[in-house]
């Protein structure tokens, strides 16, 4: 039985607020976090304990399964602030479905909604002075399950925490992102984790995106495992190429993360009658693309990396430029998800959530 939230979240406020200590011009991303976050226990079958209270350390046993065995989940929000002072979310839903998605795939018990939304809701109004206004600033959102049972038999734990932690942020990446495309290493294979958002699938890449670093490479741009043909996605982002005038992706499989942002800018790129073709994208055909100068625009789409354009990619040793597109997809797409998102446009999609 999963636990509903009939039972009343439990409020811990902290006595002094650290916001006064913190630059918010000057954020390195997810690293500071607000004055509280959301703690609730799955034991004996059920949810158990939804508290919300002052964002701290927890203590837990070495011996949980989570560090033994990685049965870990996590999702990425943001909450926006217009210039009125009100403080919107960007589709919630599709976040809530995803974790219970990638959940199940990991052998762990799914969330109940009404304990997510109420959490979620209330976490956010409570440190709302942390969500600061103005374009590119934001709240990110981090909820995340980890498997807290003692013991290192090698099984699914029986015993869970999930969590919310909001860390003030702005931009992801700052300046040009240059991508590797991967033609060794791989994220993900058919049938394994890649379309969860499972801990272990950005931990893993953190070795090959390492050797692109010392490279001069921000991001790896994922293949498929077995022939390394066809692109995927980047490490923190679905990716988009714009071959003249068509929007070319990845189409979602088990491999690939079903990205909310990717999704919304699908649905704009349609709105405004661009072609957007969802389909296998091989590597030649966009390295072929780029010598015959039909490749304008690679970009990336992700929560915390909004829409990044891509301003190099290197494969195979071999480095291909991309020029600047002012007046691009890349910029335009951007526009359009920010106006919705900060409540400076209409709604079109009813994609706004207000807090
Ligand atoms: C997000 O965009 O929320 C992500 O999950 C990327 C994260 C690994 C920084």
Known sequence: M???ATQKINVQKVESSRIGQVDFDNLTFGSIF?????????????WQN?????????????????????????????AYKDENGKVWLFRPEQNFLR???????MAMPEFPRDIFFEALIE???????WVKPGLGNSLYIRPFVMA????????????????????????????????????HYSRSANGGVGAA???????????????????????VIWTDASKHEYLEEAGTMNVFFRVNDTLLTAPISDRILDGVTRKSVIALAKKDNITVEERPVLVSEIVEAAE?????????????????????????????????????????FKKELLDIQYNRSEDPFGWRYEV
Do not use: W
Not at 34 to 46: I, L, Q, W
Not at 99 to 105: A, E, L, Q
Not at 199 to 219: H, I
């Open 123 to 129: 976490l956010v109004k409570l440190d709302k002075d």
């Open 34 to 46: 607000s004055d509280h976050m959301f703690e609730c226990d799955y034991k004996d079958g059920a």
């Open 99 to 105: 974790i219970n998605k990638s959940s199940v795939r």
């Open 50 to 78: 939804p508290t919300i209270k002052p964002y701290g350390p927890l203590t837990i046993s070495p011996a949980a399964k989570v560090f033994h065995y990685g049965q870990a989940v996590f999702e990425g929000m943001k």
């Open 2 to 4: 999963n636990t509903s």
């Open 292 to 332: 015959k100068g039909s490749l304008k625009e690679i970009f990336g789409a992700g929560t915390a990396a909004v829409i990044s354009p891509v301003s190099a990619f290197s494969y195979k040793e071999k480095t291909f430029e991309l020029d600047k597109q002012e007046d691009g997809f890349a910029s335009r």
């Open 197 to 219: 958002k499972a801990a272990g699938n950005y931990g893993a890449q953190f070795f090959p995106t390492n050797l692109a670093r010392e490279k001069g490479f921000q991001q």
């Open 148 to 183: 807290t049972q003692v013991g290192v038999g090698a099984s699914p734990s029986t015993e869970y925490k999930f969590m919310i932690l909001l860390s003030p942020a702005q931009a992801y990446y700052l300046g040009d992102v240059k991508v590797v495309i991967a033609d």
